[in-house]
């Protein structure tokens, strides 16, 4: 937290690289590359829809924590009834801070997912999102059952940074930084940001139907692993409550696009979202009750087309 109850993200700590040429020491080759991720998590959502649009399913190896995160951390479990995680495949470690340790026996900061994990080094290469996200974009084509699709093309690049950096700064974390303020001036500072991009972005959509235009890009990916959480759990949980997603029309309409996309829907899980975020955060909900609500019709058609 900073001096005046404001919310700071955490750097990331392990930035090596896949390649698909294997410059970087971590050739981009079929089994050798496990995820380690979260369902209810949106940094980790990111790597998990892409590696499903890419089809590297059975290129890449994924794990999913339970949904329940406690001071020790995400954590494998299996068995639970519902919603469940999973055991850890590789090792049988009970928490995903083994692999961190594992990789720097001298790391103490907070243990985030999603992770790429090397199985022939035993060692993290990555835990930076936004990264992972790339390498599975561009360093596996030769693995990927569809090499074709690319989220960050070369005539969009400039576009889709501007695009990220300003969806990053106010939405995507955005609504962590209203979430866990501690002070009324950073919260109100928080939520007034995200609510200006949020306009910006219903004003945007009015004229495209992604983006960046006719093409869904690695900018949309990023954005609906916000929206789709937004009205299920920001709204309430995070004091995110000047309007839902379903307020604003275009923005709406372009999150169900979005998600009856083929595939997209297979990656999300609102029972891990509200699981993780309503009994993960005791200040914020002592109680730990989740909410049954909000009922949503996802498959509306959206008329975007």
């Not at 690289?17 to 991720?37: E, I, K, Q």
């Not at 109100?188 to 991009?197: I, Q, R, W």
């Amino acid at each position: 937290m900073g001096a005046k109850g404001e919310f700071q993200r955490q750097t990331s700590a392990f930035r090596d690289r896949v390649t698909a040429d294997g410059s970087s020491g971590f050739p981009a080759v079929a089994g050798r590359y496990h995820l380690y991720v979260s369902l209810a998590c949106p940094w980790a959502s990111r790597a998990v829809l892409v590696r499903k649009l890419k089809g590297l399913e059975d290129a890449i190896g994924m794990t999913v924590v339970d949904p329940e995160r406690d001071e020790r951390g995400w954590a494998f479990r299996a068995g639970r009834v519902t919603p469940a995680g999973q055991a850890d495949p590789l090792h049988g470690w009970s928490y995903l801070s083994e692999a961190y340790v594992a990789t720097d026996p001298e790391f103490d900061g907070r243990v985030t997912v999603p992770v790429l994990w090397d199985t022939e080094t035993n060692r993290i290469v990555n835990n930076e999102s936004s990264e992972i996200v790339r390498m599975l974009n561009a360093e596996f084509d030769a693995v990927a059952t569809n090499p074709g699709l690319d989220l960050y093309p070369e005539d969009l690049r400039d576009e889709i940074d501007a695009l990220n950096d300003r969806i990053y700064d106010t939405v995507n974390n955005g609504v962590y930084r209203a979430g866990f303020a501690t002070s009324q001036e950073a919260y109100e500072e928080a939520v007034t940001a995200l609510f200006e991009s949020l306009e910006w972005l219903e004003g945007l959509l009015a004229d495209r139907r992604y983006l960046t235009g006719d093409r869904i890009t690695e900018a949309d990916v990023r954005l609906l692993m916000t929206l789709v959480r937004f009205d299920p759990v920001y709204v309430g949980h995070f004091k995110c409550n000047l309007k839902r997603i379903v307020d604003l029309p275009n923005l709406w309409a372009y999150t169900r696009d979005l998600y009856q996309q083929p595939g997209v829907a297979d990656t999300v899980s609102f029972d891990h979202i509200k699981t993780h975020y309503y009994a993960t955060h005791p200040t914020i909900n002592p109680t730990r009750i989740v909410p049954l609500g909000p009922v949503i019709d996802w498959d509306e058609p959206h008329g975007r087309g």
